[in-house]
C-alpha cells in the first residue's frame, strides 16, 4: 500500500486595526516595494491561469465548504445572538477574498440570513459564475473584480467597514513576495476587533511532494502547477510570522488530520490541517 500525505492550514487571526493604539508598529508593504518582472512567469501570469481554470472547469471544481459553518460560526454570530444567528437586526459584514466561484459565500450566506458579504477575485470568469449562481442576490451580496496582492481595497470598501475577512485556500496562490501588502490592505477595511479566517495548504501535502518531484518549484514552498496555476505550501511558523510582522495577533492555531483512502489504487492519503485565530 502506497502512503502519501495531505495537509491543510486552517488560521484565524484577529484584526490588527486595533494594535494601532497599541505599541505594535505594523509593517507597511507598498506596492512599489515590489516589482512584477523580478517574479516567475507563472506568477506575473497568474491571473491568465486563473481565467483559464473557470473557463474550463466552471462551478464543477470545488465542493461548497458547508464544514466552515461548523469550523468559524462563532464568527458569523452577532454578539448579543446568544447562539440564535437571527437575533440581530443587522448581521456581520465579510469580505470575501478570492470567491472563485462561489464555494464559500453561497453556503454562509444559507446558514447566517442577516450576512452581508462583499466578494471578490481578480478573475472576471469567476465573477461571472458567482453571478449565474441561482441564489445571487446583490441584496445581500456585492461583487468587485480586485487584485488584493496590487489593488487597494479602499478604493472598493470602505475603511473599517468589514466585521470578518475569508481567505480560503487564496493566500497560498499569492506571491510569498506579496502576502505582506495583501495583509496590510485588509487591514484598512477591516473593524477594530475584526478576524481574518485564514484555511490553507501545509507543508508535506501530497500535492507538495508530486511538484518537488516534477521540478516545478518557483522558490521555497512555493510551486507551479501542470495547468500554469501557483501555489504555496504555509507552516506554521511562516503563517504565524506572516501575520504577527502584519501587526495582527494570533487567537488559535490548530493542525489536524485526516485520512482519505482510495481503495480502487489501494492507496492512503493522510490530510494535515492547522487552526489557528488571532
Known amino acids: 500500500m502506497r502512503l502519501a500525505t495531505q495537509s491543510t492550514v486552517s488560521f484565524l487571526s484577529s484584526s490588527a486595526v486595533a494594535s494601532r493604539h497599541f505599541s505594535v ?3 507597511y508593504f507598498c506596492q512599489r516595494d515590489f516589482y512584477d518582472g523580478n517574479e516567475h ?9 486563473w481565467d483559464k481554470f473557470y473557463k474550463r472547469h466552471k462551478s464543477k471544481f470545488f465542493k461548497d465548504r458547508h464544514y466552515l ?3 468559524w460560526g462563532k464568527y458569523f454570530l ?3 445572538d446568544g447562539g440564535d444567528r437571527g437575533a440581530s437586526e443587522n448581521g456581520k459584514v465579510l469580505l470575501e477574498v478570492g470567491c472563485g466561484a462561489g464555494n464559500t459565500i453561497f453556503p454562509l450566506i444559507a446558514a447566517y440570513p442577516k ?8 478573475s472576471s470568469d469567476a465573477l461571472a459564475l458567482v453571478k449565474s449562481h441561482s441564489k445571487f442576490t446583490e441584496d445581500r451580496m456585492h461583487l468587485f473584480n ?3 496582492s496590487s489593488d487597494e481595497l479602499c478604493d472598493k470598501i470602505l475603511p473599517c467597514s468589514v466585521d470578518v475577512v475569508t481567505l480560503v485556500f487564496m493566500l497560498s496562490a499569492v506571491s510569498p513576495n506579496k502576502m505582506s501588502f495583501v495583509l496590510q490592505n485588509l487591514k484598512e477595511v477591516l473593524k477594530p476587533n475584526g478576524h481574518i479566517l485564514v484555511r490553507d495548504y501545509a507543508v508535506g501535502d501530497s500535492a507538495q511532494v508530486k511538484l518537488q518531484n516534477r521540478n516545478q518549484m518557483i522558490s521555497h514552498n ?3 502547477r501542470q495547468d500554469g496555476t501557483c501555489s504555496f505550501f504555509f507552516s506554521e511558523e511562516f503563517l504565524s510570522s506572516l501575520f504577527s510582522r502584519a501587526g495582527y495577533d494570533i487567537v488559535d492555531m490548530t493542525t489536524y488530520c485526516r ?5 480502487y489504487r489501494n492507496m492512503t492519503f493522510q490530510r494535515f490541517g492547522k487552526r489557528d485565530a488571532g
Open 25 to 27: 508598529v505594523p509593517i
Open 146 to 148: 480586485c487584485d488584493v
Open 41 to 49: 512567469h507563472f506568477s506575473r501570469k497568474s491571473l491568465k491561469y
Open 69 to 71: 459553518e461548523k469550523d
Open 222 to 224: 512555493y510551486y507551479f
Open 115 to 122: 450576512l452581508f458579504v462583499y466578494a471578490c477575485d481578480f
Open 259 to 263: 485520512q482519505h483512502e482510495n481503495r
Open 78 to 80: 452577532e454578539d448579543n
